[in-house]
Structure formats: structure tokens, C-alpha cells
């Protein structure tokens, strides 16, 4: 059995190095030769926790290779990116080019598996018009199935195992044959269905967090103004035996539940009122923050905020759709003075400082965007001797605040009680235009 596996990203990598892990011959292929030149030489372009350690035990094998060009296989899988353009639709170009890259390699008895996310139909409507340009009958010479990728990055490795897997092929045949080969590493249940529910299932599942996100973000506004804790209100609503409320945050990021709602919306765009009303209250969130920090600090341009967190979520270096990138260009426009911390995110980034000292020497006030691991032990008596100011705004609730509180700092969680805010905000703007 020989695999091919099309886009080496977030996906495709971990993906292809499990089933390599599993005694199937591999074939990676991408087209960013820098990529591949890493990957040839057993280096990893993405930070996931026990990625790089699987790659070393494989490579030795045998079972891995890397190029830029396709090779004949039995099997193929595209896992590919899909953005949005700026019309908010879905861009298939790259479905589309690496269905077409396969062709002329696909032989009777192919499977064909997109682990893309995209729009409902888009196997039907999209790919299998073009696979048809390779004479076979498709429905009956090929296998061709949607089996969507649900692993959490961060967590990916354990989740690709032991999360259930949904497999929609265009006939019973095609589902049962790509089930087959999956089987080879995964431990949960897969679930069989035909390719449109398979490719709605996945965009319901990430619409269904949006949704809940942006209820719990309402709801931390709401909080600001009526005057209690969300975060306090949200643990306690959850003790509920069938309430789960998400987390309220500066916003969603990533390139997937960010992204995936407007698929729907897209196929319906007049029946999809909820899911449309909560991109726009998520989307909300970085200027809602921003108007936060411009209330606490009158003249921006006197103001230094030393930015802690860029990915899109913690404990990851992504900062694609990352709201904290909002945040920062949005601070920048309004004039604020920047100093920005990421110990995850290795490439360059304007404002950028190598380490948390130098990011918050200096500063009138800390701002956490990303909940990273470190951030939770920073020490707020070290950041008070090296600010200027004394405000800590945490938006991501991972900070012990009556410690900040202690070492001195005006201490503001997003979503807290309303009088706080009040109380803490003239405290600061007097102790700002002191001169601090
Ligand atoms: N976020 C909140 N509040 C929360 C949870 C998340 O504000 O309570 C924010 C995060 O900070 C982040 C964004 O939402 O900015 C998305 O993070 P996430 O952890 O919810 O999701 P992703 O994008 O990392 O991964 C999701 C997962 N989908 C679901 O949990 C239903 C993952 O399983 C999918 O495989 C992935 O999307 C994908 O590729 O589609």
C-alpha cells in the first residue's frame, strides 16, 4: 500500500508521518520547497508537541519521502488549505489545483480522500467533475470520500488516534475503503456517511463553537455592563449538568472556526442569521478591547503596552486569523507606543521583543491576548519594578489578579463586574497623567 498525501501543513505532516509510523510507504508532498528541503533533511516548518520526536523514529524506516512532485500511489489524501476571500466565500483554488496535480498519476482502484474543510457539495461539485478528466468512470473505477480533519492543534498527535473519525464517501464502497485505511492508526469510532453531511458535519462542529463563543462573549460585554464576574458566572452556569458555555476572549482566531462558519452562510446565506450575527460579535472583540486600553489611557501616543501573546490560542506559535494580530494593528492605528511577547512565535513581527523583560521595561500597562503556559508564572512583582505604569488588562482570565493586585497594579480582567472597571480606570488615568 502506498499513500500520497498532498499539503504538508497543520494536517497533512502529522498525517502522513502517523501512517508512515504505521508501516505504510509515504510520500509527502508539498509545494513550498522550503518545506520540503526541512522535511528531506528530518526538520519540522510547525511547532506541535511530539511532532518532531515522531519524525526522527520514522525517518530511518524508510517508509518517508518528501518532494514537490506527486508519485503514483494506491491512495492519495489532499489536506490543503482553504481560506476565505475577502467576500467572505470559500477559496478552493487549492482543492482545485491539487485535485488536478494528481491526475495524471491516478490509476483504476485509486482512493481519493480530501481531509480539507469546504463547502457542502464540494466533493460532488467540484472534484469529481475534475477527476472525470481522467476517463475513468469515478463512480465506479475510483473511491473517492470527504473524511474532515477534527484534531485540536497543540493536541494533534493524540487526537488524530483517538478521536472518532467521520468518513462520507460519494458510495458505500468508497466510505468502507477509505475506513479501511484509516483504521491503520485510529482508535476511535469511524463513523460512515456519503461526502455532503461528512464536509457539513465538520463545518457544524466549528460553527457550533463560534456560536458559543460569541454567546460567551455577549455575554462578558453584558457582564461590564451590569456589573458581575462572566468568568465566575460562566464556571458556575457550567456546573449545570447540561449547560457548556465557551470561554469569552479578544476574539477567534485560526484558520478554521473563524473561517468554517462562513461556508455555511455561504450554500445559505439568508437562512444563516445566528451564525452570521456571531462572526460579527466574535470579529467584535479586538475593538472592543482597543476602546478598553483608549478609555484607560486618554493620549495613546504618551502610552506604552506591552503586548503578551500573538497566536491565535496558547501553547501554539500560529497567528493566522489570530485576533491578537488585530489587536496590535488596531492599537498601532489608534497611536498607542508597542512592545510585543510571544515565546511561541519564532517568526518576525513588528514591535517584536526577544524576551519578557525588555517587552515590559518601561510600560504603563500589560495586555494578555494569548493564553500561553508561561504567561500564567510571570512574576507581578518583577513586572511592577520594570513598568512604568501599573495597569494589567488580561483578557484571557489566565492571570492570578489579586497577586497583581498586591504587587501594585490596577488589575482588569475582560468580562469583569462593571464598577472595577470604573473604579480602576480613574484610578489610572490619574495616576497616568502623573506622570507614571
Ligand atoms: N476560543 C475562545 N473561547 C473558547 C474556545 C476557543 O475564545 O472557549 C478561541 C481560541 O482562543 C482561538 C479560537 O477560539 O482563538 C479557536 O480555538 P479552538 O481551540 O476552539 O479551535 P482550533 O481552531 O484550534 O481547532 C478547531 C477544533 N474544532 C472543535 O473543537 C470543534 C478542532 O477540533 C478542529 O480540527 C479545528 O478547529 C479545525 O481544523 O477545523
Not at 510547525?46 to 491512495?75: C, H, K, N, Y
Not at 466510505?175 to 457544524?204: N, P, Q
Request: glycine share 6%.
Amino acid at each position: 500500500m502506498k499513500l500520497c498525501v498532498i499539503g504538508l501543513g497543520y494536517i497533512g505532516l502529522p498525517t502522513a508521518i502517523m501512517f508512515a509510523k504505521h508501516n505504510v510507504e509515504v510520500h509527502g508532498v508539498d509545494i513550498n520547497t522550503e518545506v520540503i528541503k526541512g522535511l528531506v533533511l528530518g526538520n519540522i516548518h510547525i511547532e506541535e508537541p511530539g511532532l518532531q520526536e515522531m519524525l526522527d523514529e520514522v525517518m530511518d524506516s524508510g517508509r518517508l519521502s518528501f518532494g514537490t512532485i506527486t508519485q503514483p500511489a494506491d491512495a492519495f489524501i489532499i489536506s490543503v488549505p482553504t481560506p476565505i476571500k475577502a467576500d467572505k466565500s470559500a477559496n478552493l483554488d487549492y482543492v482545485v489545483q491539487a485535485t488536478q496535480s494528481i491526475l495524471p498519476y491516478i490509476k483504476k482502484n485509486n482512493l481519493i480522500i480530501l481531509e480539507s474543510t469546504v463547502p457542502p457539495r464540494t466533493v460532488e461539485d467540484v472534484m469529481m467533475p475534475l477527476l472525470e478528466q481522467t476517463r475513468l468512470n469515478v463512480k465506479e473505477d475510483l473511491y473517492i470520500s470527504h473524511s474532515p480533519e477534527r484534531v485540536l492543534p497543540g493536541n494533534l498527535l493524540e487526537e488524530l488516534v483517538y478521536n472518532d473519525r467521520i468518513v462520507g464517501g460519494i458510495n458505500t464502497i468508497s466510505s468502507e475503503r477509505t475506513a479501511e485505511l484509516y483504521r491503520k492508526f485510529v482508535k476511535g469510532t469511524i463513523h460512515l456517511t456519503d461526502a455532503t453531511t461528512a464536509e457539513m458535519v465538520k463545518l457544524m462542529e466549528n460553527t457550533y463553537r463560534d456560536v458559543n463563543i460569541a454567546f460567551a462573549n455577549e455575554m462578558a460585554k453584558i457582564a461590564e455592563n451590569v456589573g458581575f464576574n462572566v468568568w465566575e458566572a460562566i464556571e458556575l452556569a457550567n456546573c449545570h449538568p447540561r449547560v457548556n458555555i465557551h470561554k469569552p476572549g479578544p476574539g477567534v482566531g485560526g484558520h478554521c472556526i473563524a473561517v468554517d462558519p462562513w461556508f455555511i452562510y455561504e450554500s445559505a446565506p439568508t437562512i444563516a442569521k445566528l451564525i452570521h450575527t456571531s462572526r460579527e460579535i466574535n470579529d467584535s472583540m479586538p475593538s472592543f478591547v482597543v476602546q478598553k486600553l483608549k478609555s484607560m489611557f486618554p493620549f495613546p501616543a504618551e502610552a506604552k503596552i506591552a503586548i503578551l501573546g500573538l497566536s491565535f490560542k496558547g501553547n501554539i506559535d500560529d497567528i493566522r486569523e489570530s485576533p491578537a494580530v488585530t489587536v496590535v494593528s488596531q492599537l498601532l492605528e489608534v497611536g498607542f507606543q508597542l512592545s510585543v511577547f510571544d515565546p511561541h512565535v519564532g517568526e518576525k513581527f513588528p514591535n517584536k521583543e526577544e524576551n519578557l523583560e525588555d517587552t515590559v521595561k518601561g510600560a504603563h500597562a500589560i495586555l494578555v491576548l494569548t493564553d500561553h503556559r508561561e504567561f500564567k508564572e510571570v512574576d507581578s512583582k518583577e513586572m511592577r519594578n520594570l513598568m512604568k505604569g501599573n495597569i494589567v488588562l488580561d483578557t484571557r482570565n489566565i492571570l492570578d489578579l489579586e497577586k497583581w493586585t498586591e504587587a501594585g497594579f490596577s488589575s482588569y480582567v475582560l468580562g469583569g463586574a462593571a464598577t472595577d472597571v470604573l473604579r480602576r480606570t480613574e484610578i489610572n488615568a490619574i495616576s497616568f497623567k502623573g506622570g507614571e
